[in-house]
């Protein structure tokens, strides 16, 4: 009976076994499904709609297919659409029956504002390229797309590019090019994740293995059973016959001496109990550990190939071949609600874009700092940034000593505040600081995207103090509005800012505006007409103040002001101040010599004037403003003062 039940063990691990393996192969259907975009007319971009990605669930995969090195970005759809304004493109889109709708967008003269419902004249078109002399229209030269800060993401390859794991949410697309110039790529695959798990196989397979386990045992002991048994039994012999008392008297002499005779005596060498054995003939004890040893050998051999498969089973199972218990995602934890205001714009960046564009002008200013190109410096800076860098550059030419600027520092963006806008120009407010530096303080900056096809541009910069607190701002998914400059909501309006603080460094405590600044604001002011007070000190230290005048003047900058809101309906602002200084002599006998200020003779290129000299400086400040009626003062948060100009009065 433990053969019968071997057997049907064996039969059914086999079926067991089987069924698992042809889920894993013959049964197993397509791990991916996949759509290709068919373009019939080139251009030089193609624009692919985010819902052909979001066509089918599941992560998705971009295969591009060309020669030379290809492009792919995903961005916003409305910031695409507005980059490609004055580009004619492929507009990809979601067809029905699973197919998709390729239609061919001529360029346009104006740029769009990235949203259909507002006027088109919302975002500035850029400048065409001039036409040659002879030709009647000027045509497109094209546009490279790597590089721009418009883009959330983008890739590059070479021939080929896959850009997978992808999960674009609503609103997002995807620009596909080579250069620009020529004609995009055409050999465009779109596919997504087919669910193959089969988690039926690895306990089939893991069953089966064990039923024959179980069989094998079964078969074992059915062989040490029927062995055990000695095999089949010989019928015994019939009953005996009655046997009688053999009388030794009536036996012949002969045979009575061999009956009564003694038989051989024992030797010392062999034992009463022993039995000699013919030659070659084992004992009955050898011969049973010898057999106890073959079936203990024959129960292992036959164990080992059981083990061995199972084994080779539980190894070529996959994660998806076992039933997955649980959740498949972890449960979020709540977080504190947030509701956006109605009709809110989307931020200007994300804050992981936002960390990517300032590591990139980061490395661009490096980079041009070291050469003194202040072309290069242009690509990432803007107003009174820019006009400080441009003096750096020329005082390092002519003393090359000096030292550089710090560079802004990017390891760490502790804040992102952009503008929720879907227009342009786009402001962003950036905290960032140092990891391995100490030295190197944190640093405010604003940047400013005037339109889609020009990157990002550092206009305001100052150093963080150490002893200010920066204000709570919204959430960087959230952004922010700018604030107007006559707006009458904050203690002061952001357009009269830089003039009332001007006002407090010139009048000092007779200022009607002195109590509105906090403590570190007003050491600040302090410090500006003490240093005024020194140049006068040195004058009279070396007998000019006689044959001198001197005159301070610190006004607004040209560059307006940026004012982004706060959580306390407060707002934080970055205005830019010019501090004049002017030394002119009083007579016409007497001159201004600059003595030892390498500065002033490297800048004007003389050693003395007959008619003064001007001193002009730049501060870059950022206020913390409450809101009107607030108890609280103006703070200063950072500071930072550059040497703008020497000038010799004409």
């Not at 070659?280 to 083990?307: D, N, V």
Request: proline share 8%; net charge negative; hydrophobic share 40%.
């Amino acid at each position: 009976m433990r053969f019968v039940w071997a057997v049907v063990a064996f039969v059914l691990a086999t079926v067991l076994i089987g069924a698992g393996i042809a889920q894993r192969t013959i049964f197993m259907g397509p791990s991916s499904q996949q759509v290709a975009v068919e373009v019939e007319e080139p251009a030089p971009f193609v624009l692919m709609d985010g819902e052909v990605l979001r066509e089918h669930p599941g992560a998705q995969t971009l295969l591009i297919r060309g020669e030379g090195e290809i492009f792919a970005a995903y961005g916003r759809t409305a910031d695409l659409e507005a980059w490609l304004a004055d580009s004619e493109y492929n507009h990809v889109t979601a067809g029905k029956g699973g197919k998709l709708d390729v239609a061919f967008v001529a360029s346009s003269a104006t740029g769009g504002s990235g949203d259909g419902a507002e006027e088109p004249t919302a975002t500035p078109a850029p400048v065409e390229t001039p036409a040659a002399e002879g030709d009647a229209v000027a045509e497109f030269a094209g546009r490279n797309p790597a590089g721009s800060d418009l883009w959330l993401d983008s890739f590059t390859d070479e021939d080929a590019l896959i850009a997978d794991k992808m999960q674009l949410p609503d609103g997002v697309s995807v620009i596909i090019a080579y250069d620009g110039t020529k004609a995009a790529p055409d050999d465009i695959v779109v596919s997504w994740p087919i669910d193959s798990s089969t988690p039926l196989a690895g306990p089939l397979m893991a069953l089966g293995a064990a039923v024959l386990l179980a069989g094998l045992v079964l078969y074992v002991l059915g062989i040490r059973h029927q062995r055990r048994g000695r095999g089949p039994r010989r019928k015994g012999p019939g009953p005996m016959p009655v046997t009688e008392p053999i009388d030794l008297e009536a036996l012949p002499p002969a045979e009575r001496a061999a009956i009564d005779g003694p038989g051989p005596e024992p030797t010392a060498d062999a034992p009463e109990t022993e039995k000699p054995t013919a030659q070659g003939e084992e004992k009955p004890e050898a011969r049973t550990e010898m057999r106890a040893g073959r079936a203990s050998r024959r129960r292992r051999m036959l164990a080992l190939p059981a083990l061995g498969l199972t084994a080779l089973l539980a190894a070529g199972c996959s994660a998806d071949s076992w039933p997955q218990f649980g959740d498949a995602s972890p449960t979020p934890s709540p977080s504190p609600t947030i509701i956006a205001p109605e009709n809110q714009k989307p931020p200007a960046v994300t804050e992981a874009q936002a960390k990517r564009i300032i590591k990139e002008a980061s490395a661009t200013l490096v980079e041009a700092d070291t050469a003194l190109d202040i072309e290069l410096a242009k690509t990432r800076l803007d107003g009174s940034a820019l006009a400080a860098r441009t003096t750096e550059y020329a005082l390092r030419t002519a003393l090359p000593d000096t030292a550089p600027p710090v560079a802004i520092p990017s390891d760490d963006v502790e804040v992102v505040l952009p503008e929720a806008t879907d227009r342009w120009p786009r402001t962003v407010l950036i905290l960032s600081k140092s990891k391995g530096d100490d030295t190197v303080p944190p640093v405010v900056l604003t940047m400013t995207q005037q339109d889609p096809w020009s990157n990002y541009k550092v206009t305001d910069m100052a150093e963080m103090a150490a002893e200010a607190v920066f204000p709570d701002v919204a959430a960087a998914w959230l952004g922010t509005s700018l604030v107007p400059d006559e707006t009458a909501f904050l203690n002061v309006a952001p357009g009269e800012l830089a003039a009332t603080f001007a006002d407090v460094v010139d009048a000092g405590e007779k200022s009607a505006s002195y109590g509105l600044f906090d403590e570190l604001a007003l050491n600040l002011a302090q410090s500006i007409r003490d240093s005024r007070q020194t140049v006068v000190q040195n004058l009279a230290d070396q007998g000019a103040s006689e044959t001198s005048d001197t005159a301070f003047d610190m006004l607004p900058a040209a560059s307006p002001p940026v004012s982004m809101t706060n959580l306390d309906s407060g707002a934080i602002v970055a205005v830019s101040l010019v501090d004049t200084e002017s030394v002119t002599p009083t007579s016409a006998d007497a001159v201004i010599r600059f003595g030892e200020n390498a500065q002033a003779k490297a800048l004007t290129g003389v050693e003395e004037s007959s008619k003064g000299v001007k001193t002009t400086y730049s501060f870059q400040l950022f206020f913390s403003v409450p809101a009107q009626g607030s108890t609280e003062q103006i703070r200063l948060l950072a500071v930072h003062q550059d040497l703008l100009s020497v000038e010799v009065i004409k």
